[in-house]
């Protein structure tokens, strides 16, 4: 299963609304994760079951979609979270990520 | 709280082995059911998936891997390991270990990586 990303970069602001689009070459119902990663750092769980928020993750961030098209959502961007954001199906035993997208400054 | 934590050398010579260890701290390794995974990352690159093991020693490749990769538990050291054999440079990148949790509702579980090592970069260059 391959994992498709756009964009692949962003530039917002502050306050922005935010929409990554994550697109997979077959359906995996809802068996997709999202991933934030910022410079030098080890990846973090956002998002798990294509909707269900992490546990501390905060509230302004949200995840849609089942099947092939899936979509992250930060509300109101905030300074700390420019960063690169990946998807993860969990559908197969055979782990794939997406490409990326990478969120900065405007 | 689970932490983990990569160990091993930072330089290997083109075609020797790779070499490294992921202690976990705060858990187990062999309850709760978990599989435990290696992920590396190319130098400015994307997430690529290694494979993982399950705490008995069953084990999933990356197929792109499978020939060089092999993966490991010690369960009495609270440890697992991940061997690449004949690297290259192109296997130079920040190698992550992390723990594929376990979520379910009432129909389905789902598996992410929900806690990771601090990943640690390996080199080959002679």
């Known amino acids: 299963i391959q994992l498709t990303q756009s964009p692949s970069s962003l530039s917002a602001s502050v306050g922005d609304r935010v929409t990554i689009t994550c697109r997979a070459s077959q359906g995996i119902s809802s068996y997709l994760a999202w991933y934030q990663q910022k410079p030098g750092k080890a990846p973090k769980l956002l998002i798990y079951a294509a909707s269900t928020l992490q546990s501390g993750v905060p509230s302004r961030f949200s995840g849609s979609g089942s099947g092939t098209d899936f979509t992250l959502t930060i509300s109101s961007l905030q300074p700390e979270d420019f960063a690169t954001y990946y998807c993860q199906q969990l559908n197969s035993y055979l782990q794939a990520f997406g490409p990326g997208t990478k969120v900065d400054i405007k | 709280q689970v932490q983990l934590q990569e160990s091993g050398p930072g330089l290997v010579k083109p075609s020797q082995t790779l070499s490294l260890t992921c202690t976990v701290s705060?858990?187990?390794?062999?309850?709760?059911?978990?599989?435990w995974s290696w992920i590396r990352q190319h130098p400015g690159k994307g997430l690529e998936w290694i494979g993982y093991i399950y705490y008995s020693g069953s084990t999933y490749y990356n197929p792109s891997l499978k020939s060089r990769v092999t993966i490991s538990v010690d369960t009495s050291k609270n440890q697992f390991s991940l061997k690449l054999s004949s690297v290259t440079a192109a296997d130079t990148a920040v190698y992550y270990c992390a723990r594929d949790g376990r979520y379910c509702s009432s129909t389905s579980c789902y598996y992410p990586l929900d806690y990771w090592g601090q990943g640690t970069l390996v080199t080959v260059s002679s």
């Open positions: 705060g858990g187990s390794i062999s309850s709760g059911g978990y599989y």
